[in-house]
């Protein structure tokens, strides 16, 4: 874990309250790897007092990108950085995506921004020579609306196949993107799947459903309330089958056979 002053090198809206910045950080970047995060001060020391969490959408040798929704504080005041502003950055942390190796297919399940981390999963999986998969990653990609749905260029450079849900029907099939998992993994083309998820807590608690009732393997990438981000204050605690395990330490990828859903 590195604590680095990085340099914006580019931040600008991608959609309508989604922004994309590319931050220059050697140290940090060497060290990162898919569905691990960083902490980001996003204003001055005392406002907003705590760093906020964000995973790497993408990596490269000199640094990486971070796609971010403006929800509050935090996020406007990063949203204002410009080309060449010093930002600190504190990563990597927590414990990655496992790249699978030898495998059946696998299914990639995006719920809204929870798409920011899963790029760089797929770019791993697509680029790794351990990574022997029957064929590229089969990505859903849900939101509410056609605006939030994100990064479809990225996944169609890697020549993923791509569906899409909208709970308005906006784009793509109308409904949640848990239907299209639920489809898929009925048919015999996807049994025996490997999936992978980020986004809201009740998209996760029903993969984790489906994946049990059909016997395939669900990683996901957990969103808890990230305080201190190092394992110091317990705030991000959630229960296992294996006892209280910490988003921030033991996460925030956990197999959703593991979580205790509430
Ligand atoms: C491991 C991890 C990785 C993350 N990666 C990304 C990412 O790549 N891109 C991205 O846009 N966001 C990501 N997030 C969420 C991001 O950290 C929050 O959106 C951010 O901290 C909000 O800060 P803020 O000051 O703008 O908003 P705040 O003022 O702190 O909150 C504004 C609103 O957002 C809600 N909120 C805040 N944090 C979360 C959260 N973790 N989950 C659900 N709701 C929340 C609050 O309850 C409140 O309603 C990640 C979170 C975690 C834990
Ligand atoms: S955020 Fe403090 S222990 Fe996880």
């Keep these: ?30 060290q990162a790897k898919p569905g691990q995060f960083l902490t980001v001060r ?3 020391v005392t406002s907003p007092l705590l760093r906020r969490p964000f995973g790497f959408h993408r990596i490269n040798d000199s640094g990486f990108q971070v796609l971010y929704e403006v929800v509050g504080k935090g996020t406007r005041l990063l949203s204002e950085l410009k080309p060449g502003n010093k930002v600190d950055v504190l990563g990597p942390l927590g414990n990655g995506f496992t790249v699978p190796g030898k495998t059946k297919d696998v299914i990639i399940v995006a719920g809204g921004i929870g798409v920011a981390p899963l790029v760089a999963l797929a770019e791993k999986i697509v680029n790794s020579p351990q990574s022997i998969v029957h064929r590229k990653p089969l990505v859903l990609l ?22 899409v849900s909208t709970d308005d029907g906006s784009q793509g099939f109308k409904g949640g993107v ?33 994946a049990r009732k059909r016997k395939s393997e669900a ?15 317990l705030g991000c605690a959630i229960e296992t089958r294996s006892g209280y395990k910490l988003v921030c330490e033991d996460g925030p990828v956990f197999n959703l056979n593991e979580v205790v859903w509430r």
């Design 178 to 210: 848990t239907d299209l998992l639920e489809d898929l993994l009925s048919s015999i083309d996807y049994r025996l799947s490997t999936i992978y998820a980020c986004g809201p807590e009740a998209m996760l608690k029903e993969i984790a459903a489906i």
């Design 142 to 163: 849900g939101a509410r609306t056609r605006n939030d749905i994100l990064c479809v260029r990225e996944f169609r450079k890697l020549e993923c196949e791509i569906k």
């Design 219 to 233: 990683y996901a990438s957990l969103e808890g309330n990230i305080a201190c981000g190092v394992g110091a204050c």
């Design 1 to 30: 874990m590195v604590q680095d002053l990085g340099r914006v090198v580019s931040n600008s809206e991608v959609k309508r309250g989604y922004f994309l910045m590319d931050i220059r950080s050697p140290s940090i970047a060497r």
């Design 42 to 44: 996003c204003g001055d």
